[in-house]
């Protein structure tokens, strides 16, 4: 039985990583999906993958414009919005807090957290008309057990996962829960920034070192607990940032 029949979703930064799987996993579960990323031809090559159950869109998250035209995506496209995945994020290369430079800074707050802000207003009256929805914000252990050398991103995903809760709390009585994903380093195209270095086998050492189920973390890894937090059987979870991180936050 398909997990996520019938639900329509939007998922940010799914042209690859994590949100790529995620996206996959929630159209192979029976979701019809919006593609959404800031690289356009990569979205429409996801979802000219996935099939008729995909639409893609070129967006940035953090322009209200290009929000408010992704949830008009799920409307026009499939009636609707059920789940909304804000993975989209962005980072600074892995060095200290006082070598980020301000445009650093506001880029990585436009994407991690304004961004949040700007999807909320945007999907939440689309899902009333639903009667209701969920909303999934891929966040961090960044957020949960920060470590010197990520500072400043570390703070946008603490914000991310207290975004999460309160919005939870705000959001019940319009049956709309709100959880979190904090995965652990992964492999994906951020990857060398969260390292601050060149991904070879003796730099990845020493990350997987950390993680005590002894490896990072794989976009099917991700893809599982977002199918979870989406379908019926989570219909009493909300608030709840989930650690997907092999033991990392131990």
Request: glycine residues 10%.
């Amino acid at each position: 039985m398909n997990r996520l029949a019938d639900k329509i979703a939007i998922v940010t930064g799914a042209a690859s990583g994590f949100g790529r799987g995620i996206a996959e996993a929630y159209a192979r579960e029976g979701a019809k999906v919006v593609i959404a990323d800031l690289n356009g031809a990569g979205a429409r090559a996801v979802a000219d993958a996935i099939g008729a159950a995909a639409v893609s869109i070129a967006a940035d998250v953090t322009r209200r414009a290009d929000v408010e035209a992704m949830v008009a995506a799920a409307v026009d496209n499939f009636g609707g919005l059920d789940i909304l995945v804000n993975n989209a994020g962005a980072t600074h290369k892995n060095k200290p807090a006082l070598e980020v430079t301000e445009e650093e800074f506001d880029r990585i707050y436009a994407v991690n957290v304004k961004s949040l802000y700007l999807t909320t207003l945007a999907a939440v009256p689309a899902m009333e008309k639903r009667g209701g929805g969920v909303i999934i914000n891929t966040a961090s252990t960044a957020g949960v057990r920060p470590r010197p050398g990520l500072t400043w991103y570390n703070g946008s995903k603490g914000a991310a996962i207290t975004l999460t809760k309160s919005l939870a709390a705000e959001l019940a009585p319009k049956k709309i829960r709100v959880n979190a994903i904090n995965p652990v380093i992964g492999e994906t195209g951020l990857l060398e920034s969260f390292m601050g270095q060149p991904d070879t086998p003796e730099n990845r050492a020493r990350f997987v070192a950390t993680i005590p189920l002894g490896r990072m973390s794989r976009p099917s890894d991700i893809a599982n607990a977002a199918v979870f937090l989406a379908e019926d059987a989570s219909e009493f979870i909300t608030g709840v940032a989930i650690e997907v991180d092999g033991g990392r936050c131990v």
